[in-house]
C-alpha cells in the first residue's frame, strides 16, 4: 500500500516496455520514485495556486525524464552484466540505500545491506539492529491530546498481512500495536502469511508468537495460505479469522503511533457504516526515520492508482485539525466494524494479487450508504518501500483490478477508466474474470450511481464526458512514429517511436481541442496540455490557460467514418484517417522531411497538403 503522488503513470509504463527485463523497469521506477520524494514539497494550507505550481515542476520534470528513458535503460543494460561479489558493495554504493545511510558500513556489511534491501525494498539491515520498542515522535495535530473519548469503546482485532517480509518488520508491527493500543481494547492480533517461501517467517515467528501466547493464550493468531492469494483475498482471510466486533486491517510494515485507537473506535461507535483510515506518516525505507506526512484525504485518478488528495475546503473551513477528513477513497489499511464489512461485501475477492481494492471498497461504500473518512489524530507510520514485493506484472494485474471497477460502479464514466490507460472500451483483451456477483451485490445493496459520487464525494476529480477519441496519433506517411509530448522544457510536440506510453496518450474533445499526455485526474492536478499554433510552431501548452487567452487550440479532425455502428454510434476501429487542420489559422499538423531529425520527419504546421492522420480509438463519430 503506497500512494506516493505522480509516480503511477511512470510505473504502468513498464508493462508496455517490450522486451525490457523487470528488473530494469524496477531500477527506473525506483529511481523516479525516489526522484519524486525528494522533490515532493508538502502542502499545509488550501494554497490552490501555489500547489498547482509545485505539481506542475514535479509533473514536468518526471516527464523530462521519461524522455530520457531510453538513455537511461541503455545504461542500465550496458551496467547490468553480473559484477564479481567482491566488487558488488563497491559497485552499488549509487544505491538509493546509501544516499542518506551506511557511509561507514564495512563493505562486506554494505553488501548484506544491500542484497536484503534489494529483496525486501527497505533497509531490512537496519530493521533487524533497532529495538521493537523504539520511540516514535507524536505528530498528533494540537488539540488531539485534550480530547476526550467515551468509556465504553468496543474492542478490535488487529490484522496484519504479508508476504516475505522482514521479520523485524513484522514483530515491530506488533510491538507498536500492542505498546500503542489501550490493552482493554486489543483483543487479538491476526497474522495472514500469504505463502511466504521466506525461512525466517516459520519456525522464528511460531517461537515468537507462542511466547507472547504463553502469556496470553489465543492472542496472536497466524493464519497461513498454502498459496499464493495476494493482498486483497489476505486482507479477507484476516477478517473471517478475527473476532472482535472492529477489525483494523493492516500491513505488517507499520508501526502504531500513541492514541491511535480511540478517535477511531469512537467514530465507528457513533456509526458503524463509517469505515475510518489513519493519517499516515513514513518510515524513510533506507535510515528508518519517521517522516511526517500532511493531512491527506484519499482518492484515485483515472487508472485507479491511489493517491493522497488536500483535504476537501469544507474540511478546512472548520479550522480545526482533529477534525475527520471526508475521503473520497481508501490507500488500502483501514477499520471497520466486522459485521458492516460483512454487509457491503467485503473486498472484491475476484481482483488479483494487488491494486483497485482499495478504491473500489470506497466508492462502494459511499455509494451504498456508508462514508469514508481519515482521522487526524489517529498516525500510523508506514514503510514505503522503493520497490514493491509484488511488482513482477503489477501493473497487468492493477489494470485489470481497475476494469471491474469500472464496469460494475462507474456506469457512463468507465470510459474513464480505458481512456487512462489508453485501451479500447470494446474487446480490450483483457479477461476481466466474473463479475456478476458484484452486480447482483449493488443491485442489492441499492446502491447510487457514479455520477452521484463524483458530484457529492469527489467533486475534485476531472470529469471528460467531452473525449471523443483517444489513442497514439499516427501519421500515413510514417506510421512507426506517433505524436508525442516530447521533452518538456519548451512544450514542443515532436514525432518519436511509438511506444504508447503516457507522453504519447492523445485525446480529442468534442470542443476539438487536441489534449497531449496522462489525463489529469483532479483539478489540483497539472490541467492537460492543448495542441496549439503558436506563430505557425505546434505548441504544448494548459488548455485552460490557451482557451483564456484565445490562442489558437481548435482544430478539425475529419477521418472517414468508414464503420461506425448505426445504432450505438460506436466505432472501435483503428484505421480512420483524416488531416488535422486548425481552425483559425487553416495551417495543417504534418510531417516534414529533414534529415537533420532523429527519425527524418519534424512535426511542423503548414498548408495543407492533404496528410492523413489516425487516432487508436474513437468513442464517438467525429462528424456528430
Ligand atoms: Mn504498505
Given at each position: 500500500m503506497v500512494c506516493t503522488r505522480k509516480t503511477k503513470t511512470l510505473v504502468s509504463t513498464c508493462v508496455i516496455?517490450?522486451?525490457?527485463t523487470n528488473i530494469i523497469c524496477l531500477l527506473y521506477v525506483g529511481w523516479v520514485t525516489n526522484y519524486i520524494a525528494s522533490v515532493y514539497v508538502r502542502v499545509q494550507e488550501p494554497v490552490p495556486d501555489k500547489k498547482l505550481d509545485e505539481d506542475k515542476g514535479d509533473t514536468l520534470r518526471i516527464i523530462e525524464r521519461l524522455d530520457h528513458l531510453e538513455n537511461v535503460i541503455k545504461q542500465h543494460i550496458q551496467e547490468a552484466p553480473a559484477k564479481p561479489e567482491e566488487s558488488a558493495a563497491e559497485a552499488f554504493t549509487d544505491s538509493s540505500l546509501f544516499a542518506h545511510w551506511g557511509q561507514d558500513l564495512s563493505p562486506e556489511s554494505r553488501r548484506i545491506a544491500l542484497k536484503q534491501f534489494q529483496y525486501y525494498g527497505y533497509n531490512a539491515y537496519l530493521s533487524d539492529r533497532l529495538p521493537l520498542d523504539r520511540p516514535l515522535p507524536d505528530l498528533r495535530p494540537n488539540g488531539c491530546r485534550n480530547l476526550s473519548f467515551p468509556d465504553s469503546l468496543p474492542e478490535v482485532s488487529i490484522v496484519f498481512i504479508f508476504v516475505n517480509e522482514a521479520l523485524s518488520v513484522i514483530l515491530r508491527s506488533i510491538h507498536s500495536a500492542i505498546d500503542r493500543t489501550p490493552p482493554h481494547l486489543l483483543k487479538e492480533i491476526i497474522l495472514v502469511d500469504?505463502?511466504?517461501?521466506?525461512?525466517?517467517?516459520?519456525e522464528k515467528l511460531k517461537d515468537y508468537v507462542d511466547k507472547v501466547n504463553a502469556h496470553k493464550p489465543g492472542f496472536i493468531k497466524v493464519v497461513r495460505h498454502n498459496k499464493q492469494e495476494g493482498l486483497i483475498r489476505s486482507r479477507v482471510s484476516g477478517w473471517r479469522a478475527a473476532t472482535a466486533p472492529v477489525v483494523a486491517l493492516f500491513d505488517a510494515h507499520v508501526e502504531f503511533n500513541v492514541g491511535w485507537a480511540e478517535p477511531v473506535l469512537t467514530r465507528i461507535k457513533e456509526n458503524r457504516k463509517r469505515i475510518i483510515s489513519p493519517s499516515f506518516d513514513n518510515i524513510k525505507y533506507d535510515n528508518f526515520e519517521i517522516e511526517e506526512y500532511p493531512l491527506a484525504a484519499q482518492g484515485f485518478d483515472w487508472e485507479l492508482w491511489c493517491r493522497y488528495l488536500n483535504p476537501p475546503k469544507s474540511w478546512w473551513k472548520?479550522?480545526?485539525?482533529t477534525a475527520p477528513i471526508r475521503s473520497p477513497a481508501l490507500i488500502g489499511c483501514f477499520i471497520v466494524d466486522r459485521q458492516y464489512f460483512q454487509e457491503i461485501g467485503l473486498l472484491d475477492e475476484g481482483m488479483e494479487v494487488y491494486g483497485g481494492e482499495n478504491v473500489e471498497l470506497g466508492i462502494r461504500v459511499w455509494q451504498c450508504g456508508g462514508s469514508v473518512e481519515v482521522l487526524p489524530c489517529s498516525r500510523i507510520a508506514h514503510i514505503e518501500r522503493a520497490h514493491k514485493p509484488y511488482t513482477e506484472d503489477l501493473t497487468a494485474h492493477v489494470r485489470r483490478n481497475a476494469l471491474r471497477v469500472a464496469e460494475v460502479w462507474m456506469d457512463e464514466f468507465k470510459s474513464h477508466v480505458y481512456m487512462a490507460w489508453n485501451i479500447p472500451l470494446e474487446d480490450p483483451g483483457i479477461d476481466i474474470g466474473d463479475i456478476s456477483t458484484r452486480k447482483a451485490l449493488r443491485k442489492k445493496l441499492q446502491c447510487k450511481t457514479f455520477r452521484w459520487y463524483l458530484v457529492s464525494v469527489y467533486p475534485e476529480m476531472r470529469m471528460y464526458s467531452d473525449i471523443i477519441a483517444y489513442g497514439v496519433l499516427q501519421n500515413s506517411l510514417k506510421s512507426d512514429l506517433c505524436l508525442d509530448q516530447g521533452p518538456d522544457t519548451e512544450n514542443v510536440p515532436i514525432m518519436y517511436l511509438c511506444h504508447g506510453m503516457t507522453p504519447q496518450n492523445v485525446y480529442y474533445t468534442s470542443s476539438q481541442q487536441l489534449q497531449l499526455g496522462?489525463?489529469?485526474?483532479?483539478?489540483?492536478d497539472d490541467d492537460n496540455r492543448c495542441l496549439v499554433d503558436v506563430n505557425s510552431r505546434p505548441r504544448l501548452i494548459e488548455c485552460s490557460y490557451a482557451k483564456a487567452k484565445r490562442m489558437k487550440l481548435h482544430w478539425h479532425f475529419s477521418q472517414?467514418?468508414?464503420?461506425?455502428?448505426?445504432?450505438?454510434?460506436l466505432s472501435a476501429l483503428t484505421f480512420q484517417e483524416g488531416p488535422i487542420q486548425n481552425q483559425r489559422s487553416k495551417r495543417c499538423l504534418e510531417l516534414q522531411e529533414n534529415s537533420d531529425n532523429e527519425f527524418g520527419f519534424q512535426l511542423v504546421l503548414q498548408k495543407c497538403s492533404g496528410q492523413h492522420w489516425s487516432i487508436t480509438n474513437i468513442l464517438r463519430s467525429l462528424s456528430s
Open positions: 516496455l517490450s522486451g525490457m500469504d505463502n511466504s517461501s521466506n525461512e525466517e517467517l516459520k472548520l479550522e480545526n485539525s496522462v489525463l489529469s485526474p483532479t483539478v489540483d472517414l467514418l468508414c464503420c461506425t455502428d448505426p445504432l450505438t454510434r
